[in-house]
C-alpha cells in the first residue's frame, strides 16, 4: 500500500526558512515523479514542484522560483522541499504527491496524496 | 500560464439527483485533464484522468468527458458522501495549473 508522510511544517517568521520532508513508502520510489501542492486555508490547490524520478528535471510554479527547492533521496525514499525567503502568502497546507504512470508512461496527475503539513508564516 | 475556471462555484443538489460541473482552459489542453475530488480536513482523491478515464477504485456513477477547453465532470446520481469540492487540473504544460473548484453541497 503506498504511503506517503509529510513532516517539517511548523510556524516561521517572514523572511525565515523551512524543510518539509515527505516519506515514501509501498512502491519503488525512484521510479516515480513527485510533486508538492500547496492549498492556503480556505482556498483552493497550488501546484508548486515537481522532480523527475532522477532527479534531473526540477520545474516550479513562478511564485516561488528562486525560494524553493524540491529534491529527492532515492535511496531513503524520501522527498524534500526547502523553503528559503518565506511570505505570508505561503501560508498553506503542503502536500506530498506521487504522480501516476499508466502504459509506461509518467501522467502529471497526483494518484496518491500524504495528509499533508501545516506551514504558518507569521510574525 | 494556462488558466481552468470552474463554474458553477457553488452547486446545491439532493441525494439521487445528477450533477454536472464544468471546467473550461484558457487555451487547449487536448485531453490532458483530470478530475480530483476533496472532503473536509482530507488530501484530494484522483477521480478521471485523461479527461474520461476512471481512476482505480472510482465508482461507475463518475463520469468525465470534453477535450480542447471544455471539460465536464458527472455525477449520476448523487450518493451522500459524493458532496464535497471538485477541481479540475491540467498537465498539457508547465506550470501545471487547478481549477478554483466546485463545491458540491446539499
Known amino acids: 500500500e503506498v504511503h506517503l508522510v509529510e513532516s517539517g511544517g511548523d510556524l516561521v517568521q517572514p523572511g525565515g526558512s523551512l524543510r518539509l520532508s515527505c516519506a515514501a513508502s509501498?512502491?519503488?520510489?525512484?521510479?516515480?515523479?513527485m510533486t508538492w501542492v500547496r492549498q492556503a486555508p480556505g482556498k483552493g490547490l497550488e501546484w508548486v514542484a515537481s522532480?523527475?524520478?532522477?532527479?534531473?528535471?526540477?520545474f516550479y510554479v513562478d511564485s516561488v522560483k528562486g525560494r524553493f527547492t524540491i529534491s529527492r533521496d532515492n535511496a531513503k525514499n524520501s522527498l524534500s522541499l526547502q523553503m528559503n525567503s518565506l511570505r505570508a502568502e505561503d501560508t498553506a497546507v503542503y502536500y506530498c504527491?506521487?504522480?501516476?504512470?499508466?502504459?509506461?508512461?509518467?501522467?502529471?496527475?497526483?494518484?496518491?496524496w500524504g495528509q499533508g503539513t501545516l506551514v504558518t508564516v507569521s510574525s | 500560464e494556462i488558466v481552468l475556471t470552474q463554474s458553477p462555484a457553488t452547486l446545491s443538489l439532493s441525494p439521487g439527483e445528477r450533477a454536472t460541473l464544468s471546467c473550461r482552459a484558457s487555451?487547449?489542453?487536448?485531453?490532458?485533464l483530470a478530475w480530483y475530488q476533496q472532503k473536509p480536513g482530507q488530501a484530494p482523491r484522483l477521480l478521471i484522468y485523461?479527461?474520461?478515464n476512471r481512476a482505480t477504485g472510482i465508482p461507475a456513477r463518475f463520469s468525465g468527458s470534453g477535450s480542447g477547453t471544455d471539460f465536464t465532470l458527472t455525477i449520476s446520481s448523487l450518493e451522500p458522501e459524493d458532496f464535497a469540492v471538485y477541481y479540475c487540473?491540467?498537465?498539457?504544460?508547465?506550470?501545471?495549473?487547478f481549477g478554483g473548484g466546485t463545491k458540491v453541497e446539499i
Open positions: 504527491a506521487r504522480d501516476m504512470i499508466t502504459d509506461g508512461y509518467n501522467l502529471e496527475y497526483f494518484q496518491y
Open positions: 509501498g512502491f519503488t520510489f525512484s521510479s516515480f515523479w
Open positions: 522532480i523527475k524520478p532522477d532527479g534531473s528535471e526540477k
Open positions: 487555451q487547449t489542453v487536448t485531453t490532458y
Open positions: 485523461d479527461a474520461s
Open positions: 487540473q491540467q498537465r498539457f504544460n508547465w506550470p501545471l495549473t
